[in-house]
């Protein structure tokens, strides 16, 4: 089984300029190279998370003016992996991203794709191994997501599901950033999917008139609407720290050495 990372960060992070680098190097934490302690940027948890699922090859979907990621993270050998990067050529948002993707990938539907956004820190981090696991063990799944208790209802992607005897939820509905609150507390953060799956949300972009972008939360309906199965695990946390004052109370957390679960 194939296991390949996508990592959007074609943003213009405008909810945090004027900034000095792309928000994706923002430092958020600490690590520790070659024994000296050294900052950490935010994509650093994401990336971790994706490592230690096992995760060999990693995409980074770009903008051309984000030349820094790449000089940052070079080509992956540092931490054991290999990274790849492709230009989003135009502002076209999330769906347009991931699609860049798909011609660079090859393989059937025992390739498994791992999402998460490089803004964004959640726990535990172990929850992608835990995504995998439902994969191989229900071939009839085509997306599983990852979901996470929030009070942030009003700026995510809420989903509500039944939960299954086997501890796996079955989404029902996905609504996108909703202006009333809705009866369920959840929404999703990560995501991991088939080979199958990123072709039908590349051919979704693709055939996409609209004048507004097309919504990755609108694309998981669609395809159940298509037949494709999607399923959900429940995480503990996640943070989107895309905007200053989340990123502010999340530093304030980090400075007083709060730690989630490993």
Same mark, same amino acid.
């Given at each position: 089984?194939?296991?390949?990372?996508?990592?959007?960060?074609?943003?213009?992070?405008?909810?945090?300029?004027?900034?000095?680098?792309?928000?994706?190097?923002?430092?958020?934490?600490?690590?520790?190279?070659?024994?000296?302690?050294?900052?950490? %940027?935010?994509? &650093?948890?994401?990336?971790?998370?994706?490592?230690?699922?096992?995760?060999?090859?990693?995409?980074?979907?770009?903008? %051309?003016?984000?030349?820094?990621?790449?000089?940052?993270?070079?080509? +992956?050998?540092?931490? +054991?992996? !290999?990274?790849?990067?492709?230009?989003?050529?135009?502002?076209?948002?999330?769906?347009?991203? &991931?699609?860049?993707?798909?011609?660079?990938?090859?393989?059937? #539907?025992?390739?498994?794709?791992?999402?998460?956004?490089?803004?964004?820190?959640?726990?535990?981090?172990?929850?992608?191994?835990?995504?995998?696991?439902?994969?191989?063990?229900?071939? #009839?799944?085509?997306?599983? &997501?990852?979901?996470?208790?929030?009070?942030?209802?009003?700026?995510?992607?809420?989903?509500?599901?039944? $939960?299954?005897? !086997?501890?796996?939820?079955?989404?029902?509905?996905?609504?996108?950033? %909703?202006?009333?609150?809705?009866?369920?507390?959840?929404?999703?953060?990560?995501?991991?999917?088939?080979?199958?799956?990123?072709?039908?949300?590349t051919r979704c972009q693709d055939e996409?008139?609209?004048?507004? $972008? &097309?919504?990755?939360?609108?694309?998981?309906?669609?395809?159940?609407?298509?037949?494709?199965?999607? +399923?959900?695990?429940?995480?503990?946390?996640?943070?989107?720290?895309?905007?200053?004052?989340?990123?502010?109370?999340?530093?304030?957390?980090?400075?007083?050495?709060?730690?989630?679960?490993?």
């Amino acid at each position: 089984m194939r296991l390949i990372g996508i990592i959007p960060a074609a943003g213009l992070g405008s909810r945090l300029q004027p900034l000095p680098f792309s928000k994706e190097l923002y430092p958020a934490g600490f690590q520790t190279v070659n024994g000296n302690l050294r900052v950490s %940027p935010i994509s &650093l948890h994401l990336i971790k998370s994706l490592q230690q699922a096992k995760v060999n090859h990693v995409f980074f979907v770009i903008n %051309p003016q984000k030349t820094d990621i790449p000089r940052y993270y070079l080509n +992956g050998k540092e931490l +054991g992996m !290999n990274f790849s990067y492709l230009y989003q050529p135009k502002q076209k948002g999330m769906v347009d991203a &991931l699609a860049q993707v798909t011609s660079w990938i090859w393989g059937d #539907d025992d390739t498994l794709l791992l999402f998460g956004m490089p803004d964004t820190y959640f726990q535990p981090p172990s929850l992608f191994e835990k995504m995998i696991e439902v994969m191989k063990n229900n071939q #009839d799944l085509h997306v599983v &997501l990852g979901v996470f208790p929030t009070s942030s209802w009003w700026k995510l992607g809420m989903v509500r599901f039944k $939960e299954q005897e !086997n501890g796996i939820g079955h989404v029902l509905d996905i609504h996108d950033k %909703p202006k009333v609150k809705p009866k369920t507390k959840f929404a999703w953060g990560t995501a991991v999917w088939r080979l199958s799956f990123q072709q039908y949300l590349t051919r979704c972009q693709d055939e996409y008139k609209g004048e507004n $972008e &097309l919504v990755l939360g609108d694309v998981f309906m669609r395809a159940k609407t298509d037949g494709m199965k999607i +399923g959900c695990v429940v995480g503990k946390e996640y943070e989107d720290l895309g905007t200053l004052e989340d990123l502010m109370k999340f530093m304030k957390r980090m400075s007083k050495g709060q730690k989630g679960d490993q």
